[in-house]
């Protein structure tokens, strides 16, 4: 049912002022048929915008917040729905719509009358594909949405017309103005976009990006848009794999699954503790940290064998480099696929180390330990400290390699390491 059918709403149109019309994103959504599990309703009203939120918050026992109370906006918080009721800014709905970012979110609908009101020809540039500025001043009112038009671009494939580039252009400097958290939800929307890296190409190129990935230079740019057809072309080859990639990291990501992380991996810089930096500066969570690096340890660990990925054969690597590769990556190594393939490496190349990957019982991608630091500091007298991990590391490395393959293998192998006063490796 259409976002536009109060019947698909979660509560009643009743309760709604007849001059209240719905605004933005839903209006955009519903004439483009996109839907969402969540759904999102933005009305303007001539007045009482927050008594009609708390009025219809009460009468289904829903959430209510006041979002802003200069403006008289607030929210109505159901299980699947979210619903925003604002006091329309100057001084009628015409000039309200005149304030906005881009025409496509400048249509209006009046649910009772099923009037429209369209000022600005965004349904016109809806049928065109395009994104086009309501005016320059707008952009430079909220800079953040010069990069919302990267973002939004790439979620509804749309083109950014000629002025409106040329305009974003103009106006990138004004985006170090938005506070980073607001950057950084935008950077998840479009990282998790399948054409996302080709939109953060772009964004890059006109300036949005420069002050924030200054490293992303052009090599780094083009494997960020290879990466989802990398990523294609790596689950046709192994559906175990294509399953991996459709899968969320985690419920609270929008940089929701290795395709994202991979993308972003590739704007960072090539020394870690920068790369951290740069992560921690955009509010990027830590579990997203952790990710994005370790992906990028494990694509620095293959470009340290080779200059050229097209030259590289994991299938001629020995138990030892793979062993640190997978150490290196941890469990982003889809991700670090993904990058390598969009970098030129050949899919043969990978067919021994994905192999491994997918059987869970391999030691060297998935390694368990034959003894625990526990039992060696019992069976040796030793104490807890750097000694015991560098111990069990070595042990771990001695069974990779075939030296050593039992508890008791691993407890001779850690004494004659003690004895020798020095590592096994």
């Not at 997918?358 to 060696?376: C, Y």
Request: charged share 25%; aromatic share 8%; hydrophobic share 45%.
């Amino acid at each position: 049912m259409s976002i536009l059918f109060p019947d698909s709403w979660p509560f009643d149109l009743n309760l709604l002022p007849p001059d209240a019309y719905l605004v933005g994103g839903a209006v955009r959504d519903s004439l483009l048929k996109r839907r969402s599990p969540h759904l999102d309703l933005d009305f303007v009203l001539p007045r009482q915008a927050v008594t009609t939120a708390r009025q219809i918050a009460n009468r289904y026992k829903a959430g209510f917040v006041l979002l802003d109370a200069e403006r008289r906006i607030a929210r109505v918080v159901f299980d699947r729905a979210t619903v925003d009721f604002a006091k329309l800014e100057g001084t009628n709905l015409v000039a309200d719509l005149q304030r906005r970012d881009y025409t496509i979110n400048a249509i209006a609908y009046n649910p009772h009358t099923g009037e429209w009101l369209d000022p600005l020809g965004g349904r016109a540039d809806l049928e065109r594909r395009v994104l086009r500025m309501v005016s320059p001043t707008n952009l430079a009112d909220d800079p953040l949405r010069l990069l919302r038009a990267y973002r939004q671009a790439a979620q509804l494939n749309f083109a950014i017309e000629a002025q409106t580039q040329g305009a974003i252009a103009q106006l990138a400097r004004l985006l170090r103005q938005v506070a980073p958290e607001r950057i950084q939800t935008e950077l998840e929307y479009l990282l998790d976009c399948p054409s996302g890296g080709e939109w953060i190409a772009a964004a890059w190129e006109v300036g949005l990006l420069q002050p924030y990935f200054p490293d992303a230079t052009g090599d780094r740019l083009r494997i960020a848009a290879e990466i989802e057809r990398a990523a294609a072309a790596i689950g046709d080859r192994w559906p175990a794999l294509k399953q991996e990639f459709a899968q969320n990291l985690h419920p609270r990501f929008k940089v929701s699954g290795y395709r994202a992380i991979a993308k972003l991996a590739t704007l960072l810089p090539r020394e870690v503790k920068a790369a951290e930096t740069q992560l921690m500066q955009l509010k990027f969570s830590r579990a997203q940290m952790h990710a994005a690096v370790r992906t990028l340890k494990g694509w620095l660990r293959l470009t340290t064998e080779t200059a050229e990925l097209s030259a590289l054969d994991l299938n001629h690597s020995s138990p030892r480099s793979l062993y640190f590769l997978f150490e290196a990556v941890d469990n982003m190594f889809p991700a670090l696929v993904a990058i390598a393939v969009a970098g030129g490496m050949p899919l043969d190349a990978w067919s021994g180390a994905i192999a491994r990957y997918l059987d869970p019982q391999d030691i060297i991608a998935h390694p368990t330990p034959l003894v625990t630091g526990k039992q060696l500091m019992q069976a040796l007298g030793l104490r807890g400290g750097p000694q015991i991990g560098q111990l069990l590391a070595d042990i771990q490395l001695a069974r990779v390699e075939g030296r050593i393959h039992t508890p008791e293998d691993a407890l001779d192998f850690a004494a004659q390491c003690r004895d020798r006063g020095v590592g096994g490796s």
